[in-house]
């Protein structure tokens, strides 16, 4: 079955506005700039363009808008062009193509494929935008949610539904629950939308200096050039990026960048079922 929901793209600018900071890929993402966990903001110049490649190749079979034709499905409720972001989804299944169900693979350049991942966020962007009842994502079978959590999905190991997470469904509306869920937000992405909540969790970083000495804080940027924290006396200590400073970065929402590849589609749907129980 195919499916999924309209992603409400406000709530993703205002919980992911700053960078996803990991160990592996931290080169060049200061907080602030867009990193692996963020949704890209929508480029009107690329998704005009994107908009040019789409119909040419693939509005005879998903629509000129992108929600659907006689050939192919609504690509606004996918949950694959909801988990893009800035074509890495969307360029794979172009590439090979679904053959089993009809559709051909296309070769077209990386910048084709980031315009059209743009053109179809901007899609996706303008239903949620029109769409004042927002459609049903709460589709999927809570027990089975119930048992990802507690099994396979290792939630267990750091939430807990009577714990952090009780009443968890009455905070947040499901489309925000269900975003919070796939990109925790991080801390600097704007006020929380739900104010009177409490803060996302700090990325904690440990700085080893060439002497060996180690400074451990709060992250306050890091790119290729600099790396700045808060310590525990609040104070704020710099250096500039070298070989011989090594930076550890720990942000607690790694696990969930790992879930990002790990859960189908129909383990978000379970457990979004699930934590909407969490009442
Ligand atoms: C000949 C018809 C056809 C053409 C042309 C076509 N598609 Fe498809 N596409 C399909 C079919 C059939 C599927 C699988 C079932 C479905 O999602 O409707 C599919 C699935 C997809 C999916 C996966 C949707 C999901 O959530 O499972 C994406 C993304 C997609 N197409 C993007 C594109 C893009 C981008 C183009 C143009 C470069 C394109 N398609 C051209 C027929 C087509
Ligand atoms: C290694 C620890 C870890 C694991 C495993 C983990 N999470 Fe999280 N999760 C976090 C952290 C950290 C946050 C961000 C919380 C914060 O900033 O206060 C978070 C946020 C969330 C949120 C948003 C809560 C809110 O109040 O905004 C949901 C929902 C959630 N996780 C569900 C899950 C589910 C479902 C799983 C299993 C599939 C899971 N988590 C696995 C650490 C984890």
């Not at 990325?203 to 060439?210: E, F, N, R, S, Y």
Request: net charge positive; hydrophobic share 40%; aromatic share 6%.
């Amino acid at each position: 079955m195919r499916w999924s929901q309209v992603i409400s793209w406000a709530a993703v600018f205002a919980l992911t506005a700053t960078a996803a900071v990991t160990t592996r890929a931290n080169a060049g993402q200061g907080i602030g700039a867009p990193g692996p966990a963020d949704k890209p903001t929508v480029d009107p110049v690329k998704a005009a363009a994107g908009k040019n490649t789409f119909v040419q190749n693939c509005a005879f079979c998903h629509g000129l808008d992108a929600s659907g034709g006689e050939r192919g499905g609504d690509l606004i409720r996918s949950l694959i062009v909801a988990r893009d972001r800035k074509g890495e989804e969307i360029g794979k299944i172009v590439a090979a193509g679904i053959p089993a169900k009809g559709m051909p693979p296309f070769t077209l350049t990386p910048a084709q494929i980031e315009e059209l991942s743009q053109f179809l966020h901007q899609r996706v962007a303008e239903k949620a935008s029109r769409n004042a009842k927002p459609i049903n994502i709460v589709v999927g079978d809570a027990a089975a949610g119930e048992a990802y959590f507690n099994g396979e999905g290792g939630c267990r190991a750091c939430h807990s539904p009577t714990g952090d997470l009780a009443h968890v469904a009455t905070r947040f509306a499901p489309q925000d629950l269900q975003l919070r869920m796939l990109f925790p937000p991080r801390p600097g992405a704007g006020p929380p939308i739900d104010s009177g909540q409490r803060g996302p969790a700090p990325t904690q970083i440990t700085v080893t200096l060439p002497g060996g000495e180690q400074v451990r804080g709060v992250l306050v940027r890091i790119d290729d050039f600099a790396v700045a924290l808060k310590d525990a006396n609040g104070s704020y200590r710099s250096w500039t990026r070298s070989p011989d400073v090594k930076v550890d970065v720990q942000d607690p929402r790694a696990a969930h960048y790992a879930l990002l590849d790990k859960y189908t589609d129909r383990d978000i749907q379970n457990l979004v079922a699930y934590l909407e129980t969490l009442k």
